[in-house]
């Protein structure tokens, strides 16, 4: 009868544990939710990356050219690209879609190179990763990168974010830290039917068309872009969202001033590449001297109501960019070697603000100092790039001259500190032209002067040659914005300056995203060498004794219950 009875309820029990489980899908396959365990919620996407899933209307296609034969740090990149894309998947269902491709993969040396030319017109960049053996030491073409489509649209998504020494596992934790935030962004553009539009403004001898080339083609594949003279035009830029002011020459007239403070104050982004001292590298062609000579742009007092003030000195830093010097003179052929030239700052950004965050270094020449002016608590102030610890100040008129690198520099000369190169100023702005314009144009309807601005953002930095890209003077190609030519090195200005813009066209948060920050738990290598035995002895004997303990245990308990 007993026997019975636990037959019974061991099928009554089965019964309803079915039961259970039939309810549980019928409940899920209305009701989606998951749960993530993790402190840093490295597994949880944003809100907004969730709404884009959702409102996809046709199939995203990602090509992932990150397969093959991978180091382990490579390879946590491969499987956290993976995880991003299965956890769209769980919200945007099968209009996401991806496959993982090694570009490698053909042991026929010229169609692989046809490869890699294809991917690197689409837009991806190579690395160079060493595998080491005990008998040989080789190295493999990498492409950690994806090309993303959308229709008849395709984007690159550049998934390792390379930062100069930084250690390799590092530098890709940082990169998994930003897969979400540059996904995003690939999607919002590949579906942008209308553009938001930005100018860069003509007309005070600004950096010319050809020499930001390479800037206008990346920001027009989010953007739409344009050159505006505003020529004292009261509506030059009444359609316009965001301008930029790169590298003028030349004094603003007071109009033009005026209708850019409007701009302001009716909300439009304003991104100022200021300079306000006169030096060039074409100056020094010929000679080994020129001079630094203070500029009047007539925007000293406009920045200084927006509270920054541009300063009229040069940056010395030990930590700068190097060039080639013509050193000493072997026969008739001139010696050349690489040594930095302290007026060339290589500014790595310390800072936390979602702009720089986890960005390589950024090449800056001739930068002058940046000030905050002001106690408008309506402003609120972030600096972005500043120099090293080892800075000294040229104060102009000032004479630059190569003959300072004869001598090994006096450090106990670069000792100013940190100075600001680059700035942020966002809040709510009061017109530079409060209480100094007529009533008769204060009154005026058709130009509706506006003492106050709404809620906007400004970005100030002292240096237009942070957004100038270097020409090929043979062929008059312009190179990639941040590409040295004579270290062969790609620096970050690039993506400096679109997180800029992306930072002052930005209304729905997307920079949270960007500062998402997952915490490398990686292991004590010097205690792992010290106690390797003792932990293989652990990990190898206690889940078996814990196994004997508990079976143990039941098998006692088994023989007290159903025991004679």
């Known amino acids: 009868m007993k026997l019975k009875t636990r037959k019974s309820v061991s099928f009554m029990s089965l019964v309803y544990g079915l039961g259970l489980i039939a309810a549980l899908n019928y409940v899920g396959s209305f009701v989606f939710d998951r749960l993530d365990l993790t402190q840093d919620k490295r597994y949880s996407l944003s809100d907004i990356s969730i709404q884009e899933a959702k409102k996809l209307e046709d199939v995203i296609f990602v090509r992932v050219y990150l397969d093959g034969d991978l180091s382990a740090d490579y390879n946590r990149l491969k499987t956290s690209t993976k995880e991003l894309l299965d956890e769209y998947r769980s919200w945007g269902g099968d209009n996401i879609q991806y496959e993982f491709i090694d570009p490698s993969a053909n042991p026929d040396i010229k169609a692989r190179e046809k490869v890699y030319e294809k991917l690197v017109k689409e837009g991806l960049q190579p690395s160079t990763i060493a595998k080491r053996s005990m008998e040989e030491t080789s190295e493999k073409v990498i492409f950690p990168g994806s090309i993303v489509t959308y229709r008849d649209k395709s984007l690159p998504w550049q998934l390792l974010k390379t930062q ?33 539009k930005i100018a860069f403004i003509d007309g005070h001898g600004e950096l010319p068309k050809f020499e930001v080339a390479d800037m206008t ?12 003279a505003i020529n004292e035009q009261i509506n030059a830029l009444k359609l316009v969202d965001a301008i930029i002011i790169a590298g003028p020459d030349s004094a603003f007239t007071e109009k033009d001033k005026f209708i850019i403070d409007q701009f302001v104050m009716r909300g439009g982004k304003v991104l100022w ?6 030096v060039t590298m074409d100056s020094l062609k010929n000679t080994t001297t020129t001079m630094a000579i203070p500029r009047d742009l007539n925007l000293d007092d406009q920045l200084f109501r927006y509270g920054v003030r541009v300063n009229r000195n040069l940056i010395m830093d030990l930590q700068a960019r190097p060039i080639p010097i013509v050193t000493s003179q072997i026969g008739n052929t001139p010696r050349q070697e690489m040594l930095p030239w302290f007026y060339f700052p290589l500014v790595v950004s310390q800072k936390g603000h979602p702009i720089v965050k986890n960005l390589d270094a950024i090449m800056t ?6 000030d905050f002016v002001g106690k408008d608590t309506a402003i609120k102030k972030h600096i972005l790039l500043t120099s ?3 800075t000294k100040l040229a104060t102009t008129p000032a004479r630059v001259s190569f003959n300072i690198l004869r001598e090994p520099p006096d450090k106990r000369q670069y000792n100013v500190g940190p100075e600001n190169i680059a700035v942020l100023v966002e809040g709510t702005f009061t017109s530079n032209f409060k209480n100094r314009i007529t009533s008769k144009i204060a009154d005026n309807k058709n130009i509706a ?15 237009a040659d942070i957004i100038r890209n270097q020409i090929n003077p043979k062929t008059d190609e ?4 941040g590409y040295d030519r004579f270290t062969r090195r790609i620096y970050a200005n690039k993506e400096f300056i679109l997180n800029c813009i992306n930072y002052l066209m930005d209304d729905s948060g997307m920079l949270e995203i960007r500062a998402k920050e997952y915490k490398m738990r990686l292991l004590d290598r010097p205690r792992i060498e010290k106690e390797k035995t003792k932990w293989q002895i652990a990990n190898t004997t206690y889940p078996i004794g814990i196994v004997i303990v508990l079976g143990i245990i039941a098998f006692i308990i088994r023989r007290k219950k159903y025991g004679a």
Not at 174 to 182: P, R
Not at 219 to 228: K, M, Q
Not at 449 to 463: A, G, L, N
């Open 164 to 196: 100069m020494g930084v250690p390799e596992p590092l530098m890709i934790n940082n990169s998994i830290q930003q897969l979400e935030y540059q996904f995003i962004s690939v999607v919002k553009s590949l579906q942008s039917t209308t553009l938001k």
């Open 217 to 228: 083609r990346s920001l027009e594949e989010f953007y739409s872009v344009e050159r505006i």
């Open 273 to 278: 590449l200021v300079e306000n001292v006169s």
């Open 365 to 370: 020449e001739f930068a002058s100092t940046i």
């Open 388 to 390: 090293s610890d080892y």
């Open 449 to 463: 002067f506006k003492e106050t601005s709404v809620p906007t953002r400004q970005i100030v930095i002292s240096d």
């Open 478 to 481: 312009f190179y990639t914005l």
